[in-house]
């Protein structure tokens, strides 16, 4: 009864004031009309209502993009905006996260030029007039060519203040900060922690681990944000860098086949400079924020904390053994700049020699070179076991040098200068000041020292850390430098491509046909191809000069002239159609050309069919995706059709529909790969198009059919083949590698008055041997007969019976 009158009494207060508060709304509710009562009424129902529609509206939404997501991820598509960005889907979780890709403007790339091609004549890299082509190279280390060139990415790493990555460091900072005046507060409170023990105080002690559990769990929360936020930074870098690197890797320009068969910059290993390196580096980059800011600002703090406790003599003393440690590291340091980018480059080229035996198996397989391979792989394996040993033979002694002096030396003389306020009071600063005040008390002096001394010897072992991630840096530092010179080695080639930036290097002259003396002229939007005067030549890596295959050659073919490209085996057929796509330059003369893939533009179908990732779909529609399938209006109905009249038509049924993945290049057979290119073909109908050697894995019967189907689309056929069959097909025959020295060509038109008495000769010909058969057949049964003798008496030797047997019935053959 106790109880409940206790909580009657106690809920009273509660009742009393919610029976006010409903006298308080019943009457101001009285005081209105009944109209504003009204108007209130319909607000309240239409916000609900309306609040209702907009989150039913969000909500349909969002699941709208989830399945839209979902359906261009399984297409392995995405969406174009009208600014020329992109969106795409990546997995996430159980659903899709959506990404939007910005294109990077040319005017940026214009604006980094200078810094990759031009460098300052300071940085060490060129002369600032001219520039070094390649670069003159230079010792991956701390110097001012690491400065330039660490700069320069960093332009593009952080483009503007107001961008992400600026955000993610200032929040990265802040709690570098935090955890350096953490650091200063758990000094204070160990000491005092280790004071009250030495006293017996048990209140302040208790209380002391209370403040102390709670500190450190802030402090463990602030340590591990500082790793998230590091992380952070190092994707973020890396998604600058790698979107750039592709802008300007993958365009328009074909950079992607010239930065590896045209300029030797940086060889084949392209894949592992985007990949590997730039990983490193981005890694390497981010973390210097932390090692090298976050000690700095440490050391600071730390001195001047350390300053007041024991005065100028100790100061002098710290900076003293910071100067002579640095300076020990950094002359028995060994150049761990140097080592990382020779080691990435070794990286590199074991890891190409697996890159080339995977894209070659088949090859290597049917040759059965798999020891010899393997010794290759041995070979380039031992080599970079080696030298990662004679990497790690150098550390032993700087490890050995660095961990005693940073660890053990600087311990010691640690508690050599927390002594000084005992032992030398006079010059050991606000610690020597409490020791000189009240000598007189003798338990409370010893406490007053066991405090200083904690709290001294928390921030000495604090100082000792960040004077070590100091030295550390240095090590750090170096293994950037070498990170940062692979990196910016990739960029400069890029850009000296995408510009055509060669030039012949100083007291040398400029082969003939190279890349500094390219004088040609390609124009895009003629309706036809046409090529006047120019040089057929295979270029060679700058700065080699090329090697001539014709001299000068000009045609020009309008549109339904269809042209056969014909000549002998290595005499540049393949190479007319390499100049006209822009991927060989275009030496001398002019080139005039169709401007893009579509319906007046112009297709190149190369030697070797490419099939690439993705679904059935994909393959027919290469180079577009299924967004601009759609576009342009096309559905499978119609590429069902493209696939029968490519003679491919059973193969959806065949491999499971149109959004079927497969390693593709696998799957179909040598003719089918042809038929697809051929496919590719009739689904973007374009006015002109280069076939090269296109049919060879195909039937003569199937490959006209081919090409009639090709010229009911309206598209001129430009064929670079041998066979003498695909005449019929075409309207004019140049013929390539005539003349004694391989250079000459010959420009005819097919069944021309020349032409007819040719094949009349050759039909000819042919009669006067048909003649001759007979008498052919009645020496072939001699010939016969005489080989059925034995020359050992003249007798003829028996049929043998398993012949006998062959020739039988088969019935008479018992089972």
């Given at each position: 009864?106790?109880?409940?009158?206790?909580?009657?009494?106690?809920?009273?207060?509660?009742?009393?004031?919610?029976?006010?508060?409903?006298?308080?709304?019943?009457?101001?509710?009285?005081?209105?009309?009944?109209?504003?009562?009204?108007?209130?009424?319909?607000?309240?129902?239409?916000?609900?209502?309306?609040?209702?529609?907009?989150?039913?509206?969000?909500?349909?939404?969002?699941?709208?993009?989830?399945?839209?997501?979902?359906?261009?991820?399984?297409?392995?598509?995405?969406?174009?905006?009208?600014?020329?960005?992109?969106?795409?889907?990546?997995?996430?979780?159980?659903?899709?996260?959506?990404?939007?890709?910005?294109?990077?403007?040319?005017?940026?790339?214009?604006?980094?030029?200078?810094?990759?091609?031009?460098?300052?004549?300071?940085?060490?890299?060129?002369?600032?007039?001219?520039?070094?082509?390649?670069?003159?190279?230079?010792?991956?280390?701390?110097?001012?060519?690491?400065?330039?060139?660490?700069?320069?990415?960093?332009?593009?790493?952080?483009?503007?203040?107001?961008?992400?990555?600026?955000?993610?460091?200032?929040?990265?900072?802040?709690?570098?900060?935090?955890?350096?005046?953490?650091?200063?507060?758990?000094?204070?409170?160990?000491?005092?922690?280790?004071?009250?023990?030495?006293?017996?105080?048990?209140?302040?002690?208790?209380?002391?681990?209370?403040?102390?559990?709670?500190?450190?769990?802030?402090?463990?929360?602030?340590?591990?944000?500082?790793?998230?936020?590091?992380?952070?930074?190092?994707?973020?870098f890396r998604t600058r860098l790698t979107r750039y690197i592709h802008d300007l890797y993958l365009n328009d320009s074909l950079n992607y086949?010239?930065?590896s068969n045209l300029d030797g910059g940086i060889g084949q290993g392209a894949d592992q400079f985007i990949t590997q390196d730039l990983t490193?580096?981005?890694?390497?980059?981010?973390?210097?924020?932390?090692?090298?800011?976050?000690?700095?600002?440490?050391?600071?703090?730390?001195?001047?904390?350390?300053?007041?406790?024991?005065?100028?003599?100790?100061?002098?003393?710290?900076?003293?053994?910071?100067?002579?440690?640095?300076?020990?590291?950094?002359?028995?340091?060994?150049?761990?700049?140097?080592?990382?980018?020779?080691?990435?480059?070794?990286?590199?080229?074991?890891?190409?020699?697996?890159?080339?035996?995977?894209?070659?198996?088949?090859?290597?397989?049917?040759?059965?070179?798999?020891?010899?391979?393997?010794?290759?792989?041995?070979?380039?394996?031992?080599?970079?076991?080696?030298?990662?040993?004679?990497?790690?033979?150098?550390?032993?002694?700087?490890?050995?040098?660095?961990?005693?002096?940073?660890?053990?030396?600087?311990?010691?003389?640690?508690?050599?200068?927390?002594?000084?306020?005992?032992?030398?009071?006079?010059?050991?600063?606000?610690?020597?000041?409490?020791?000189?005040?009240?000598?007189?008390?003798?338990?409370?002096?010893?406490?007053?020292?066991?405090?200083?001394?904690?709290?001294?010897?928390?921030?000495?072992?604090?100082?000792?850390?960040?004077?070590?991630?100091?030295?550390?840096?240095?090590?750090?530092?170096?293994?950037?430098?070498?990170?940062?010179?692979?990196?910016?080695?990739?960029?400069?080639?890029?850009?000296?491509?995408?510009?055509?930036?060669?030039?012949?290097?100083?007291?040398?002259?400029?082969?003939?046909?190279?890349?500094?003396?390219?004088?040609?002229?390609?124009?895009?939007?003629?309706?036809?191809?046409?090529?006047?005067?120019?040089?057929?030549?295979?270029?060679?890596?700058?700065?080699?000069?090329?090697?001539?295959?014709?001299?000068?050659?000009?045609?020009?073919?309008?549109?339904?002239?269809?042209?056969?490209?014909?000549?002998?085996?290595?005499?540049?057929?393949?190479?007319?159609?390499?100049?006209?796509?822009?991927?060989?330059?275009?030496?001398?003369?002019?080139?005039?050309?169709?401007?893009?893939?579509?319906?007046?533009?112009?297709?190149?179908?190369?030697?070797?069919?490419?099939?690439?990732?993705?679904?059935?779909?994909?393959?027919?529609?290469?180079?577009?995706?299924?967004?601009?399938?759609?576009?342009?209006?096309?559905?499978?109905?119609?590429?069902?059709?493209?696939?029968?009249?490519?003679?491919?038509?059973?193969?959806?049924?065949?491999?499971?529909?149109?959004?079927?993945?497969?390693?593709?290049?696998?799957?179909?057979?040598?003719?089918?790969?042809?038929?697809?290119?051929?496919?590719?073909?009739?689904?973007?109908?374009?006015?002109?198009?280069?076939?090269?050697?296109?049919?060879?894995?195909?039937?003569?019967?199937?490959?006209?059919?081919?090409?009639?189907?090709?010229?009911?689309?309206?598209?001129?056929?430009?064929?670079?083949?041998?066979?003498?069959?695909?005449?019929?097909?075409?309207?004019?025959?140049?013929?390539?590698?005539?003349?004694?020295?391989?250079?000459?060509?010959?420009?005819?038109?097919?069944?021309?008055?020349?032409?007819?008495?040719?094949?009349?000769?050759?039909?000819?010909?042919?009669?006067?041997?048909?003649?001759?058969?007979?008498?052919?057949?009645?020496?072939?049964?001699?010939?016969?007969?005489?080989?059925?003798?034995?020359?050992?008496?003249?007798?003829?030797?028996?049929?043998?019976?398993?012949?006998?047997?062959?020739?039988?019935?088969?019935?008479?053959?018992?089972?």
């Open positions: 009864m106790a109880s409940q009158s206790t909580l009657r009494h106690s809920a009273d207060p509660i009742a009393n004031l919610y029976q006010q508060y409903m006298k308080l709304f019943r009457d101001r509710l009285k005081g209105t009309s009944r109209s504003t009562r009204l108007v209130g009424t319909l607000v309240l129902a239409l916000s609900i209502i309306v609040s209702g529609a907009g989150g039913r509206r969000w909500w349909n939404k969002q699941k709208a993009e989830k399945e839209q997501g979902r359906r261009l991820l399984r297409r392995n598509s995405g969406l174009k905006n009208k600014d020329g960005s992109r969106i795409i889907f990546v997995p996430y979780k159980d659903s899709t996260s959506k990404v939007t890709i910005h294109p990077t403007k040319s005017l940026t790339f214009d604006a980094h030029r200078r810094l990759f091609l031009n460098p300052p004549r300071a940085s060490g890299l060129s002369d600032g007039v001219t520039p070094q082509i390649p670069p003159p190279q230079t010792k991956p280390g701390l110097n001012l060519a690491f400065l330039h060139q660490f700069l320069s990415l960093l332009s593009i790493m952080i483009p503007r203040w107001t961008s992400k990555e600026t955000g993610l460091l200032l929040s990265h900072g802040m709690f570098l900060m935090l955890r350096t005046y953490l650091s200063l507060v758990v000094a204070r409170l160990d000491g005092e922690i280790v004071r009250d023990l030495v006293a017996g105080n048990g209140k302040s002690f208790v209380w002391g681990i209370i403040k102390w559990c709670g500190i450190g769990s802030f402090a463990s929360y602030t340590n591990a944000m500082i790793k998230f936020l590091q992380s952070k930074v190092s994707i973020a086949y010239k930065l490193h580096f981005c890694a390497s980059a981010a973390s210097l924020y932390s090692s090298l800011g976050k000690p700095f600002v440490d050391l600071l703090v730390f001195n001047y904390q350390l300053y007041r406790s024991l005065g100028p003599l100790a100061l002098t003393g710290l900076m003293s053994n910071y100067f002579l440690t640095a300076t020990i590291l950094r002359k028995l340091s060994p150049p761990f700049g140097k080592l990382k980018a020779v080691e990435g480059r070794k990286e590199g080229d074991f890891r190409g020699l697996h890159a080339r035996l995977i894209a070659n198996a088949e090859e290597v397989a049917f040759y059965g070179g798999a020891s010899m391979e393997k010794n290759f792989l041995d070979r380039e394996f031992k080599g970079l076991k080696r030298f990662m040993e004679d990497i790690y033979t150098l550390k032993i002694r700087y490890n050995i040098l660095e961990d005693f002096v940073l660890k053990y030396s600087w311990s010691a003389y640690g508690y050599l200068l927390s002594s000084l306020p005992v032992f030398l009071p006079a010059w050991g600063g606000l610690g020597g000041i409490q020791e000189l005040a009240d000598p007189s008390v003798t338990g409370g002096r010893e406490r007053d020292r066991m405090k200083s001394f904690i709290t001294n010897k928390r921030l000495m072992l604090s100082l000792a850390d960040a004077g070590g991630r100091m030295m550390y840096s240095i090590k750090d530092l170096s293994e950037l430098a070498g990170y940062t010179s692979r990196v910016y080695t990739l960029i400069s080639t890029l850009h000296r491509v995408h510009a055509n930036a060669y030039f012949p290097q100083r007291g040398t002259h400029a082969e003939l046909f190279s890349l500094s003396d390219v004088q040609g002229t390609i124009q895009k939007g003629f309706d036809g191809v046409r090529l006047e005067n120019v040089p057929i030549a295979a270029p060679s890596i700058f700065p080699h000069g090329g090697e001539e295959l014709i001299d000068s050659l000009s045609m020009i073919v309008h549109s339904g002239e269809h042209l056969l490209i014909s000549g002998p085996n290595g005499v540049g057929k393949s190479a007319v159609a390499r100049i006209v796509a822009g991927l060989w330059p275009v030496y001398r003369g002019l080139v005039s050309r169709p401007r893009t893939v579509g319906t007046d533009g112009i297709m190149f179908l190369p030697q070797r069919p490419y099939l690439s990732v993705g679904t059935l779909r994909d393959q027919v529609i290469y180079p577009d995706g299924e967004i601009e399938m759609r576009d342009r209006g096309r559905r499978d109905i119609e590429l069902k059709r493209i696939l029968e009249e490519a003679r491919l038509g059973y193969l959806p049924d065949r491999e499971g529909g149109w959004d079927t993945r497969k390693e593709w290049k696998d799957v179909l057979s040598g003719g089918e790969k042809q038929r697809m290119a051929i496919a590719r073909l009739l689904y973007h109908e374009p006015r002109y198009a280069f076939i090269d050697e296109g049919t060879s894995a195909v039937s003569s019967d199937v490959e006209g059919l081919l090409y009639e189907n090709c010229k009911e689309k309206g598209i001129t056929l430009i064929t670079i083949s041998t066979r003498a069959s695909l005449k019929k097909y075409h309207t004019f025959n140049l013929t390539l590698g005539m003349g004694d020295d391989g250079t000459e060509w010959e420009w005819e038109r097919i069944g021309t008055e020349k032409e007819k008495m040719g094949v009349e000769r050759e039909l000819h010909e042919l009669r006067e041997r048909l003649a001759k058969v007979k008498d052919w057949e009645s020496r072939q049964a001699e010939i016969n007969e005489e080989l059925a003798k034995v020359w050992v008496g003249g007798e003829v030797l028996e049929s043998p019976t398993y012949t006998e047997q062959n020739t039988a019935d088969p019935n008479d053959i018992p089972s």
